[in-house]
């Protein structure tokens, strides 16, 4: 059983408790206790079920690399689930709950599993629910689903109250890690006077140094560490940040930090998370080591823990994770942890050491001590379900048969140490194998490189494979002054901190315990405790011919769990490699991806949620249309009314009013959002030839001319009015969504193609609110507002000027979208709600309606007129629209004329713009398409055109639709067929003029 | 004729720093050769200020020149003012290839002011905001969060930042937020 002792616990306040509950179990722990060690000085060494095959799971580690302390964390809207519990801080009332159980963590009957886990192996599922194929999505799935997994998804009805944010840091040196190694190479960097940023992911400096003990500078760790955080504290160029993990290390010396701000904490303000967005010219990471678990029988029952864990829950915590520990390793290191126990009072029954000779100084003071070794011995097998009762004791180079069995509570175990060298890995550093201590590490000739070619990340300390503290401590001085150098900083002149020499005898690579387990016994050594992978599933990968570590990572599930494999990953390639008789460095590694441990999605969205998920754009009159009934559309990041509604009306009968009203009298609309871009300079006119397909440079001053855009492959792109204002400057309207692109697209150009041209352009969009005033009553409310002539002959259709009305300065295009008398009026934006407001008041007397979006699309397909994005989709050419009058014939060039010249394009099968008419009156359904006699290549039904705008017209009182239709302009009253969303009902439609109303443009005119 | 009216009505908020629209602001766009000595003359002629170098903004009051790209110039003017000013620009520069506009109701301007300022800043900005990489007087145009933006510093602790008319409304939502007083970083002021 684990125990809190009464001494000892440097992390730990003992005078301050904590109250908690795991699985609605109230329990205490002190204040610094993380979640883990608050469980284990309760005695709670069952925490998780696993994940396939259900079996009792204990805490294995300390830190970032726990495979199986995974919890769901807090309540409700707070609920997160696969929260590590050595991760997580203690505070005060924290709920957690063990995952992956039912119906509860004692008794869980999905165990049921583990007694067919002989069928359970690598690829069962894939070999067993192949056939029939319909049973995996319904059947197969959603049981496979049910069982396993790990935490709760949260209710999706909740939302996630916390709040988030960015932050954007530039500096020089980036140290990932405040081990002593990080600070020691960020001391030396700093020196320097570099801008240097720290990053620890835990909540207090110095790492493992004080847990493994030694000494620094004639001090111990622990005041060392605080000494060098208090002289980097004093360096105004150094900035030292914990609880925020280096995440990721991307391209170009970015780099991800993911700072826990709020999570340690029972009651919260502020940001929960903080994204840091790093630039840093140079990357120290100085991320340390993770202790390796040894492959035997048994390693997963709880009791089982690395035994640098054993020893940080010992020294950090107070805590004897068992009163008796048996100690197993193939390296010198672990014989720290059977050491400290033991100074602690803790009974150690045995070190089994797998070496023949085992270890050297540390074993000798282990045995002065009065702890038994066993060399050149291996555990069989743990005894025990839901907690380690004993260790069957059997010869390391056999097959496990048992010579002695060990009563013990605890296993403490150390398969030797791998550097973490994740971070080295994300932008491309490649890894060397270590043969003499057994692990991959940096390659250093082979670094992540920067643009320049040079590399951009280095290794310190352990991460470097440095394993001793007086070595970890050389390398990181070396490296922090070897960056400040590269940067071009003197070099500093720090001095070397010194350790004493510490000679330890090589460990022993040991895969698997003993050398030759038999079957049953590899069939319960765990590789992967959170994906439930053992030797054995690895080995069966190996002889079903997947030789490559990617593959095999997938067809056994190795380290594919949150952890990512972060214990598991060398045991499993190691077992890979021997099964397939190569070295270790010839099968390699799979790839190391950011994150180095899972980030929440609230920091990666960071600010941007509710009121700012995303912009909203507002035109000057917004505010006046949501307090008039707006029905918002959203028009890229603009919301437009779609159509006001009044007291009990639908959105159907509100469009119908406007349109009516409109047509009828007088309607308003606020087309502030139309792009509105100036073109100026002696090449405007032949730059605007060039951009549209008609001809804009004979335009005269005053005057206006609808035009098309296309792309340079010829698809229709964008459309509008063009004004002339004087000799050298036009203004071009765009559709609404079009401003910024065709703006971009214009400058794209000029900057690019015709850098000669003398051509300015500026997109004013936004400077103006503009309101159309449309009717057969517009001349009389313009009158009415007084100020300018509006009459026929001084404003005639397509005629635009400048002038002032009711006050206001204004620029009165008189352009039409609707088939109405109509004027579009732009007034500066600070003015906007003024002048609509001037103008709903003078026009009363007409009834002046504003209208919204789906009025002006009736109003625009009554008149047959074009809208981008319905009768265009990126594949149709102004000739399908027979818009052949919009192209001019006389120019010699413009962007599109050569692609629409190629054979496809100029192919008489391409669809061709029509009117459509159902032979009822109904609606036509958007979208349907015109059925031809025969099938295709793929068994479906041939088509011969398809729907691209159809409505009510409330004008008519029947349906109207546009379309394109093979041959159609050929094909006038000819009746065709359109198939309804479900695939069958067939709609008779007869081919038309796509003019309905008002063919002869008398309304417009007048 | 009405008074011009602010995206905003003058919005603020206080927490880290104090956020406020400002304005009308009279801006006026010149996009030519900016190093043309015709272009030079007309330009430091009207505002009375130094011509700005590379992204300088040079600024006084509700007066100004802010350098936005090679070719394009912001000058800042008294809003009643531009009408004027943008005549007597067209004038002075007749036969030049310049182009000259009246903007100034095209976009929201807000003054951030306090010690938190840089902190505040690089919440949204992908922006080195350190006193040595933005010292005052020099002008950004980068993107706050989701939208475009400019932002100059005009002493250490007060800064000006715009963007589109249209966003006033969600650059003022963003700013608060991120001035939440619970939300010190303590990167650029320790």
Known sequence: MSIRLATGGRLIDRNSTVKFTFNGKSMTGADGDTLASALLANDQMLVGRSFKYHRPRGIVASGAEEPNALVNLGQGAHHEPNQRATTTELFPNLIATSQNHWPSLEYDIGALNGFFARYLTAGFYYKTFMQPRAFWKHVYEPFIRQSAGLGKAPDPETRDPDIYEHFYAFVDVLVVGGGVAGLQAARAAGESGAKVLVLEQTAFWGGRAPVDGGEIDGLSPDDWIKKTVQALEAMPNVTLRTRNMGAGVYDHGYVLGYERLTDHLANTRGPRHRLWRIRARQVIAATGAIERPISFAGNDVPGVMLASAARDYLINFGIAVGRKTVVVTNNDDAYRTAIALKKAGQDVPVVIDAREFGGGALMQEAKALGIRVETGRAIAKVKGGKRVTGVALCAMAGGGAMVEEIACDAVAMSGGWSPVVHLWSHCGGKLTWDDEQSFFRPDSSKAPTGADGQAFVVCAGAADGHMHLRYVLQDADLKGKGVAVSLGCDRPQTTLPTAPDSVETPLMPVWLMPANAWDDLRMKAWLDFQNDVKVSDVQLAAREGYESVEHTKRYTTLGMATDQGKLSNINGLATLAASLGEDIPNVGTTTFRPPYTPISMGAIAGEARGEIFQPLRKTPLHDWHEANGAHWEPVGHWRRPYCFLRDGEDVEQAVHREVLATRNSLGLLDASTLGKIIVKGPDAGRFLDMLYTNMMSTLKPGKCRYGLMCSENGFLSDDGVVARIDEDTFLCHTTTGGADRIHAHMEEWLQTEWWDWQVYTANVTEQYAQVAVVGPNARKLLEKLGGMDVGKETLPFMGWVDGTLAGFPVRVYRISFSGELSYEIAVPAHLGRAFWDKVLEAGAEWDATPYGTEALHIMRAEKGFIMIGDETDGTIIPQDLGLHWAISKKKDDYLGKRAQARSHMTDPERWQLVGLETLDGSVLPDGAYAVAPGNNANGQRNTQGRVTSTYHSPTLGKGIAMGLVRHGPDRMDEVITFIGDDGETEHKARIVNPVFFDPEGEKQNV | ?190
């Open chain 2, 1 to 190: 004729m009405s008074d011009p009216v602010l995206p905003l009505g003058s919005a603020s908020f206080d927490g880290l720093v104090e956020v406020r629209e400002i304005g009308p602001q009279g801006m006026i766009t010149l996009r030519g050769d900016l190093s043309a000595p015709e272009v030079i003359a007309a330009v430091t002629d009207l505002a009375g200020l130094e011509m700005p170098g590379l992204r300088g903004a040079n600024t006084a009051g509700d007066t100004g020149l802010l350098w936005m790209s090679p070719d394009e110039l912001l000058l800042l003017v008294p809003y009643r003012q531009a009408p004027a000013a943008v005549d007597r620009l067209t004038a002075a520069l007749d036969g030049q290839h310049v182009l000259i506009v009246n903007v100034s109701d095209m976009r929201a301007l807000f003054q951030l002011r306090g010690t938190q300022l840089r902190d505040v800043l690089a919440k949204l900005a992908p922006v080195d905001f350190a006193p040595e990489a933005l010292p005052a007087g020099e002008l950004r145009r980068t993107r706050f969060a989701q939208v475009a933006a400019g932002v100059w510093l005009l002493d250490d602790t007060t800064a000006r930042v715009f963007c589109f008319r249209s966003v006033a409304g969600y650059m003022f939502s963003l700013l608060s937020t991120v001035a939440d007083p619970d939300s010190q970083v303590g990167f650029h002021v320790k």
